[in-house]
């Protein structure tokens, strides 16, 4: 894919956006948009204003000015439930899953199929049904939480956020505290769901991941658009925007660890 | 995946447990990992009963028995009442007074005031409900921890008791009533208990063939026929044996088919309904539950309203036993032996895990202790010391197999 895609349905549009808390200025007049069937990544060091833009797309904060846009109407989110009924799930970084209940339980938690007498089949079903078309590796829907491991940990909190089938998915820092074959079976969950149809928000520090299934990677800087990117943008690029330099920390590191190469490859 | 290929078993790391060896296997696999269901129970049951008939040969005649549930069904009440705290990782320790209170209104309102004993009873209900509303909100509107509100209410309802019962102290109860022969004298006839104690066998054929049915249909792996048939048939003849046995002597209490009646429908209540379902989440992971939607200060203020109405139940029944409401009512070792018989049944302190089941379980367990040191004539400081030595036990049970589940991967 060629830089931004415009060929498929907007679904969300920000225009101007921003947030204060107080005196300061969390965000400050952020542009996004989001299309159906694209991985839109959201990258930028601490205190860029990431979490704030995903509290106010997920009704937990409320904007302070701007447009919100969604399915080409004017929204407002103005609590999680709302945000819920437009078609847009947040999966936070801690997943929020019940570890004493099972895979079933934790998916339909909140919204069971017949609440004075719980079809416990129709549910499993459904579980294995979306855990299939994920291609997801469960080994059993009826095993508690806590036998599960990080990845497929958050594989349920993906497929959980499925459930009530939103346009939308948001994901905080889903690879965060994953090993790497954790980390490339979550990145192809992502590349799924996004097949699917559903559009995508990522939200990571992990420059090899963003780069590996964005379609387009936004960076903010000090609650700041600084640039959007395609995936084939190179890590320098990528730095320099997040950081706001080209002469930064990360490159001087990087370019200190160059020479370091050289000077060994001549030595020996 | 062929057409057959069910959607459970796709997963080639999944063991397929057929037929009566894999339930075994699954069980001993299931035990050896921390989650030891009511193993410790029958096993407490088994040395309890073996070590006080050879001390006193009376324990296990059936008179004994008999006796004994009917003393079971009134704490049994109560403590199946603070399952749903202990659920919710809470506590209420104001159960005891708070059954003191029912029957000191049912006391007053039936023999002082002349009510008729029915509306007496929904009075000294709905106080109990009152009461778990008040907790809740403590809870709820200042974060005030259950462990302190209880405690400040158990003091508190043991003032209303006392204030209740006034100068006389005691309220003798009518014994010609229908309620204090259904606490002190009712037996089921012998076909009748027979024939409820088929009951139970019967409906997990029905229901465990209807679930094989639609399981089968859902493409899902069912539990094999001979499984199903082994729980029903051997729980059938425990039962059948149990019943023969009491009928020998006085025969089976109504009051405790009653209160076993109770629990099956919690235990409906806690495993096949929403509600049920949330007291579960709330207890593992408040926050989780409350992002999924689920209104957690609602939830809290059901469970305490249902523990303090059950505590209030357990109050009459008591009351019914003794055919009296008495300052002593609910006071001493009621509030322990409630929570020690649902810890003891297997839910856990710590919130998130257990059943209604274990409120049976449980008060067997202390009843028959309790019976059995009776029946030795001991003095009641020997009993509080060993009963509280089996509330000890029964916790550190609990701890070490909640850190076995945890490191086997288990919640």
């Known amino acids: 894919m060629d830089g931004p895609s415009t060929d498929k349905e907007l679904i969300l549009k920000l225009s101007g956006v921003s947030k204060q808390f107080g005196a300061v200025t969390a965000l400050d007049g952020i542009d996004m948009e989001v299309h159906k069937g694209e991985v839109v990544a959201l990258v930028g060091d601490n205190g860029a204003g990431k979490s704030t833009l995903v509290k106010i797309l997920a009704g937990v904060h409320a904007k302070t000015s701007g447009t919100v846009e969604f399915g080409g109407k004017e929204v407002e989110i103005g609590t999680p439930g709302r945000a819920l009924e437009l078609g847009i799930a947040t999966v936070f970084q801690d997943l929020a899953l019940c570890e004493n209940l099972d895979v079933v339980a934790n998916l339909f938690l909140g919204q069971e199929v017949n609440p004075w007498r719980l079809s416990e089949i129709e549910m499993e079903v459904r579980a294995w049904k979306l855990l299939g078309e994920l291609a997801a590796r469960i080994p059993s829907v009826r095993e508690p939480i806590a036998s599960l491991s990080g990845g497929q940990r958050q594989t349920v909190a993906i497929a959980r956020s499925l459930l009530l089938d939103p346009e939308i998915i948001m994901l905080d820092e889903p690879t965060a505290a994953l090993g790497v074959a954790q980390t490339a079976e979550v990145l192809n969950l992502i590349e799924r769901v996004r097949d699917r149809g559903h559009g995508v928000i990522l939200i990571s520090h992990n420059m090899e991941d963003v780069r590996a299934v964005a379609d387009r990677i936004v960076v903010l800087r000090l609650g700041r658009n600084n640039g959007t990117f395609g995936p084939d943008a190179t890590q320098e690029e990528l730095v320099s925007a997040i950081t706001g330099a080209t002469d930064n920390s990360v490159s001087r590191r990087a370019a200190k660890r160059r020479g370091d190469t050289v000077e060994e490859g001549a030595g020996s | ?411």
């Open chain 2, 1 to 411: 995946m062929t057409d057959t290929q069910k959607f459970d078993r796709a997963d080639t790391r999944v063991r397929e447990d057929e037929g009566l060896a894999g339930a075994a296997r699954a069980f001993f696999d299931r035990v050896r990992s921390g989650d030891l269901g009511m193993l410790p129970v029958i096993l407490g049951l088994f040395v309890i009963a073996v070590v006080f008939t050879s001390l006193n040969p009376v324990f296990m005649r059936p008179q004994n028995l008999t006796n004994l549930l009917f003393d079971a069904a009134a704490v049994g009440l109560i403590s199946l009442g603070v399952i749903f705290c202990l659920m919710l990782g809470e506590i209420d320790l104001s159960i005891g007074s708070m059954s003191g209170v029912a029957s000191a209104i049912l006391g007053v309102l039936w023999v002082n005031v002349g009510v008729p004993w029915p509306l007496a009873i929904l009075a000294a209900l709905a106080a109990g409900a009152i009461t778990g509303a008040i907790y809740a909100s403590l809870l709820n509107r200042f974060g005030m921890p259950s462990f302190v509100s209880t405690l400040a209410g158990l003091l508190a309802l043991l003032g209303l008791q006392l204030y209740l019962l006034g100068n006389s102290g005691s309220i003798n109860l009518p014994f010609q009533s229908f309620l204090i022969r259904f606490g002190q004298i009712l037996v089921m006839p012998g076909w009748l208990s027979y024939l409820l104690a088929v009951v139970p066998g019967a409906v997990i054929l029905v229901f465990g063939a209807q679930n094989r049915r639609e399981r089968a249909a859902a493409n899902l792996s069912a539990p094999s026929s001979s499984v199903v048939i082994a729980k029903a048939v051997s729980l059938t003849a425990v039962l059948l044996i149990a019943v023969w046995y009491l009928n020998l002597g006085r025969g089976v209490p109504y009051m405790f088919v009653f209160f076993v009646l109770i629990i099956a429908g919690m235990e409906y209540v806690l495993t096949r309904t929403k509600f049920g379902r949330s007291i579960f989440a709330v207890g593992g992971n408040r926050e989780a539950a409350r992002r999924a939607g689920i209104k957690v200060e609602r939830i809290r203020i059901y469970a305490f309203m249902i523990c303090s109405t059950f505590a209030a139940a357990g109050g009459i029944l008591a009351a019914s036993r003794l055919a009296s409401a008495s300052r002593q009512a609910g006071t001493g070792d009621v509030n322990l032996n409630a929570i020690a018989a649902a810890v003891i049944g297997g839910t856990s302190l710590f919130g998130g895990r257990g059943s209604a089941w274990s409120a049976v379980l449980g008060v067997l367990v202390i009843q028959s202790i309790s019976n059995g040191l009776t029946l030795l004539n001991l003095s009641s400081s020997l009993r509080y010391m060993i009963l509280g030595a089996v509330l000890a036990l029964a916790v550190i049970v609990d701890s070490l197999a909640r850190q076995s589940r945890a490191s086997h991967g288990r919640a």
